[in-house]
């Protein structure tokens, strides 16, 4: 057992990879241009571990082109030539496909080098990204591109996958090895979709089970070997910008379940920062006037959080996430401010009126001496009608009242004091 088990038991066929039933199934349509044996340049999209280098590897057998494998963490300009150079050699007669792996880390002048070769016609392109390629792909490589999305694995494809594993390790290996159900549901949960590293757990789990008298894969050893493993997480990845979306988007759709689902997947992975910080815009942005008292509130509970540290940190944050998700919701403030950004943004913005600038002498030009601000303590309401805003904005209006309890109160009281019906 020296190569990995992934290696070992790697799929040779369509038949047999594992997940992807919406690329690979019949009559799918990345599987019918592989069973076609005409292969453009692929771009493949998603997480490691989910059979994207196993396509690739099928891909190469179809098409009885020469399979080369770079990874663009390590790779240089000249290893792609050195691979170009081999084109006319017999092995490479019926043409070169390419595997590059991490193509996000291959600089905009190296992708571009790349694309000559791809243009020419000397390479096939199979490239595969953890990241969005949209957003880290040399646009030119994508318009010349399929990008297919490979998607995690279930958890009943994964625990399928094991036990299947597990008979070819005792057929290989001459071993007798047995595994309890509930520990290869535990492996397949804390593989967080990720294939290989459920078949790392399970090697893992065979070593330390394979000289025992029971041969017993148990819960209890699972649990041991995963008791650090988190859920997949990635600070500079998609998967870290999901998780905070999912967050925020839970707590704004008054989903108080779903909301401390994707906290404890923050807190899990130790990031105390997002969790905080999100959790505070989304009070402001998403209760805001509705219940304007929450943000001292999560202000807080913030600071407690913070204070305590993990793991004692998730308690002040769960009661604030709740409160944020069943609070009433209103974003008028939010809006408001973004509609006077936009303004200032694009110029919009003119000389504050006289009566409200800082007291200062008027110069000789001015057609009207003085000040003439109105304080408004000094008439009845505590109000007196006066321009605020300059005159090129005088008639903009950034807020708008909300639908809930304190803004028609606010609104009310508006009325009042200014004497509209």
């Known amino acids: ?62 098409t009885g082109k020469k399979l080369f494998k770079l990874n663009a963490t390590t790779a240089s300009t000249s290893d792609l030539k050195e691979i170009i150079a081999q ?114 757990t399970l090697n893992l789990a065979v070593i330390s089970v394979k000289n025992t008298d029971e041969k017993l894969i148990d819960l209890k050893t699972v649990k041991e070997l995963t008791a650090a493993s988190g859920a997949r997480y990635d600070k500079d990845g998609d998967s870290h ?59 807080s509970a913030v600071d407690m959080a913070l204070m305590l540290g993990l793991p004692e940190a998730a308690i002040p944050l769960a009661d604030a996430v709740v409160l944020v998700a069943v609070s009433p919701k209103s974003n008028s403030a939010y809006c408001g401010i973004n509609s006077a950004l936009a303004d200032v943004s694009a110029g919009k913005s003119g000389e504050i009126p006289r009566q409200l600038q800082n007291k200062h002498f008027d110069g000789s030009d001015a057609e009207v001496k003085g000040q003439h601000y109105l304080y408004p303590h000094n008439y009845k309401n505590h109000y007196v009608k006066q321009q605020y805003l300059p005159d090129t904005l005088k008639n903009a209006v950034y807020y708008k009242f909300g639908d809930n309890k304190n803004e028609n109160a606010f609104k009310e009281y508006q009325k009042k004091i200014k004497g509209e019906k």
Do not use: W
């Open 241 to 299: 910008y999901d998780i905070i979306s999912a967050y925020q988007k839970s707590m704004r759709g008054s989903d108080p379940d779903a909301a401390l689902h994707y906290l404890a997947r923050l807190l899990d992975a130790g990031d105390l920062p997002s969790a905080t910080r999100r959790l505070m815009v989304c009070a402001a942005e998403d209760v805001g006037l509705a219940y304007p008292q929450i943000l001292p509130i999560v202000k």
């Open 1 to 62: 057992m020296n190569s990995p088990l992934a290696d070992r038991l790697r799929p040779t066929s369509l038949d047999n990879v594992v997940g992807q039933h919406h690329l690979l199934d019949k009559g799918k349509v990345l599987r019918r241009i592989i069973e076609s044996g005409e292969i453009s340049n692929l771009i493949f999209y998603g997480p490691s571990g989910v059979g994207k280098t196993t396509v690739a590897n099928i891909i190469a057998q179809k």
């Open 87 to 200: 084109r006319d050699s017999l092995e490479c007669q019926n043409g070169i496909l390419l595997y590059l792996d991490e193509i996000q880390y291959f600089n905009k002048k190296q992708q571009q080098i790349l694309l000559e070769y791809i243009e020419n016609g000397d390479l096939t392109l199979i490239a595969s990204t953890t990241e969005n390629p949209y957003f880290y792909v040399y646009s030119a490589i994508i318009s010349r591109s399929n990008v297919f999305e490979f998607k995690l694995l279930s958890e009943d494809d994964i625990k399928s996958f094991l036990l299947y594993a597990i008979k070819t390790i005792n057929k290989e290996d001459n071993l007798n090895i047995t595994a309890e159900d509930a520990a290869l549901t535990l492996i397949s949960q804390k593989s967080a979709g990720d294939l290989r590293k459920a078949l790392n």
